[in-house]
């Protein structure tokens, strides 16, 4: 599974060049090969997505109520601060995953409507 706090930093991104790079040269291979590797690495990533949720949602319920002294007041207005950046950096990672998926269709696309069976680019204009 992939870990959470790579998916956050990005070092998970897919890398768009292969895909780029496959569609270019009608590489029916490479092509494969990605379109094969993609479900997973989607099922993978909406786990641990999932997983960050659950633990941001449980973390909040968890959160005492706020108590009286200035020492409780500003630990939990700490904790509330963490989990609301917890919460960015996962709706950070869903924009770059849907910019990912909208990159990988666009291109699958490309490749569906320019490339022949034999694997050469069409000169269709």
Do not use: H, N
């Amino acid at each position: 599974m992939i870990a959470l706090a790579l998916l956050l930093l990005g070092v998970t991104s897919p890398d768009p060049a292969p895909l780029r790079t496959a569609v270019e040269a009608c590489d029916r291979g490479a092509m494969t090969t990605l379109a094969r590797a993609e479900p997973r690495r989607r099922a993978e990533w909406a786990e641990a997505v999932y997983r960050e949720q659950r633990a941001i949602a449980a973390d909040r319920a968890a959160l005492a109520p706020a108590t009286a002294s200035p020492a409780g007041q500003a630990t939990l207005a700490s904790a509330q601060q963490a989990l609301s950046a917890r919460q960015q950096q996962l709706e950070d990672a869903r924009a770059v995953e849907r910019a990912w998926r909208e990159f990988y269709d666009e291109y699958r696309i490309d490749f569906l409507a320019s490339c022949s069976p034999a694997g050469k680019k069409r000169d269709d204009g």
